[in-house]
């Protein structure tokens, strides 16, 4: 049987660099959990589980007093068939089945087997968040992304940017779509959001989250967090949402 665990982690500690020869589902019972991978970093809360598949080398860090649940597949079992990390919505259903297959992680009876099981079908339903950072391996993209992982609330424009690394604002679009994947303002959302639950994770207040992540206002940051996870951030603390 794959190996199954929970385990806590205070805030701002984390498990290094690893691998499994089992795939992984992955959920923070309470907290917020980054999985990060050379490729970059998959941030979830509460409402969300991360699959790391087999083979895949990543770290954990908590963002907030971790309650970390782990839940291993074997290789040959892969619902999702997906072949790299991803944040997945976690139904009420899906939560109470990685809480009670973790609680008893020993119990290999028929009971539990049927219980993974239904597991693997909710998997296959599972709606999928792009809540993903990427890592940039070019060298203007590096040193730009650097710039606004230090200080996300930086408001410059990709042209005002581009001057400080060396590159034209048209240069760095088409780094961006071409190395990782999405535009710079879908980046540059992605990034505030990242920090934006990590704050939350601290109990820190949603007017600071707001204005150290860089929004407008308050407002503007609940409509934004509430289109990615699907609820306020008032629900995001470190509590989680299974309390």
């Not at 050379?38 to 963002?63: F, M, N, Y």
């Not at 074997?74 to 999702?80: E, I, R």
């Not at 005002?160 to 760095?172: E, F, K, N």
Request: a positive charge.
């Amino acid at each position: 049987m794959a190996p199954t665990s929970t385990r806590w982690l205070a805030p701002g500690t984390g498990i290094g660099a690893h691998r499994h020869d089992d795939h992984q589902l992955v959920y923070a019972g309470r907290g917020v959990l980054a999985v990060t991978t050379s490729a970059g970093s998959w941030i979830a809360p509460a409402t969300r589980a991360i699959w790391v598949p087999a083979g895949t080398v990543h770290s954990h860090q908590a963002r907030g007093e971790l309650e970390l649940h782990l839940i291993g597949l074997p290789a040959d079992t892969n619902p999702l068939g997906l072949d790299e990390p991803t944040v997945l919505t976690a139904s009420p259903l899906l939560r109470e089945l990685i809480l009670a297959l973790t609680r008893d992680a020993a119990d290999d009876s028929p009971e539990h087997q049927r219980l993974r099981a239904v597991l693997c079908d909710q998997l296959r339903v599972a709606p999928q968040q792009p809540l993903h950072v990427p890592t940039p391996t070019t060298p203007h993209l590096k040193a730009l992304c650097e710039i606004l992982h230090a200080d996300p609330a930086d408001n410059r424009t990709l042209a005002a940017l581009g001057r400080q690394v060396g590159a034209s604002d048209r240069t760095l679009s088409r780094l961006f779509k071409a190395d990782l994947g999405m535009t710079f303002p879908q980046w540059r959302t992605q990034l505030r959001l990242a920090h934006a639950v990590a704050l939350l994770a601290q109990d820190t207040p949603v007017t600071v989250v707001a204005h150290r992540c860089g929004w407008s206002s308050a407002s503007a940051f609940i409509d934004v967090f509430r289109r990615a996870f699907g609820h306020t951030p008032g629900r995001a603390s470190g509590r989680g949402t299974n309390g």
